[in-house]
Structure formats: structure tokens, C-alpha cells
């Protein structure tokens, strides 16, 4: 065994979503996004409640993978990707599998934040970014440890990878990122006039 090995590691996944017609599909997820706001009354009066300059679907159509045919294809697409995710975890299920159970749209103008949380009662969680402008916010994670530091010194200015306290996944258009649900992660204010579309997600087992 080594003298300095690192255990319990925190994984984070992240890859293209099709190889092939993606930006076609894209296309058809962007004008779903852009009239879902249009019309959906309720979402726009709970994100001005709770979503401060930007829209969400998260308080009135948290499920458009059962209402969409696109967002269906959608799904299917990310249920690949979230196999192959629980499979490098080594996640034994007894039979049972995992089924996408929230699906909802956020749109972030300027200046528009989401603060840090997680997702509670959920397995896998992930974001599939629809369009990125550059400069835009990415997805920034915690350390999940970060509580328990109590006395321990701050780090150097320039530290490996694995001894980081906070990570930063840019958004990607045509891009999802899947990560555990229990990980804290936020975006940040999006710094670019141009407003920033993700479809955000969570899995559980059944």
C-alpha cells in the first residue's frame, strides 16, 4: 500500500449527450424552453418569488419528461448516461433500477444566481445545458467535507486537482453533468447579457 493514498472520492460526470444530431435536437429542446416561459403563468410567478430575474419550471412543471415527446427523447438520452455513471460507481441495485423522477427548466439572464443546495431524496442528480454563451456561469461544487475542517489550515494558492476545496464545470451546450445528489453545487451569477438555458434533473431507484 502506498504511504499517501486518497480515499473516498467525490465523482462528477460529464460528456457530450449525442455523438450525432445534436445540434438539430438541441434546436427543438431550446424553442420548448423559450415557450414553456412564454405560457407557463405559474412558473413565472413562483420564480419571482423564489428565482429573483430568472425563470424556473422547478414550482409548477417539475415532470416535462412525462409531458413533452422532446423532453421524453431527452430522458432516454440521459438514462444512458446515468447507467453508465452508477455503473463506475459500482452501485449494487438489487434489481431495481434507475428511473428519472423530476425533469425542469431554468433560464438565467444577467445577473441571475442559483445558491448553494442539493437535491434531497434523490440518487443521481445532473444538468443538461441547451445554450451557453460564452462567459457564462458554470456549475460550481463544494467539497463535501468542507464542515468538517474545524482547525485545518487554509490551502496554497495553486493545489492539485484532488486537494481543491471548490470545482467548476463549465457549461456546455449540448453537454450533461451528472453528480450525486447529496453533492452541494451552485451557479453563480451569470456575468453575460445573454441568458444562459439549462433542463435540470434527478433520478432515484425503483
Known sequence: MKRIQGWFPTFIYS??????RGAAF???LLQECLQLRDFDREGQAWSKKNY??????YGSMDKLHEFSSTFMELAERIDRHVAAYAKSLEWDFGGRRLAMTDCWVNI??????HSLHLHPNSVVSGTYYVATPPGCAGLKFEDPRL?????????????RDENRMYVTYPARSGY???????LRHEVVANPVKT????????????
Do not use: C, Q
Not at 429573483?52 to 419550471?57: I, L, R, V, W, Y
Not at 438565467?108 to 444566481?113: D, E
Not at 450533461?176 to 447529496?182: C, H, I, N, P, Q
Not at 441568458?195 to 425503483?206: K, M
Open 195 to 206: 441568458e444562459r438555458i439549462s433542463i435540470s434533473f434527478n433520478y432515484d431507484w425503483a
Open 176 to 182: 450533461v453533468t451528472l453528480f450525486e445528489s447529496w
Open 52 to 57: 429573483p430575474g430568472g425563470f424556473t419550471s
Open 15 to 20: 460528456d457530450k449527450l449525442m455523438r450525432t
Open 26 to 28: 438541441n434546436r427543438d
Open 147 to 159: 464542515s468538517k475542517f474545524m482547525a485545518a489550515p487554509p490551502r496554497m494558492a495553486k493545489t
Open 108 to 113: 438565467m439572464p444577467h445577473r441571475t444566481a
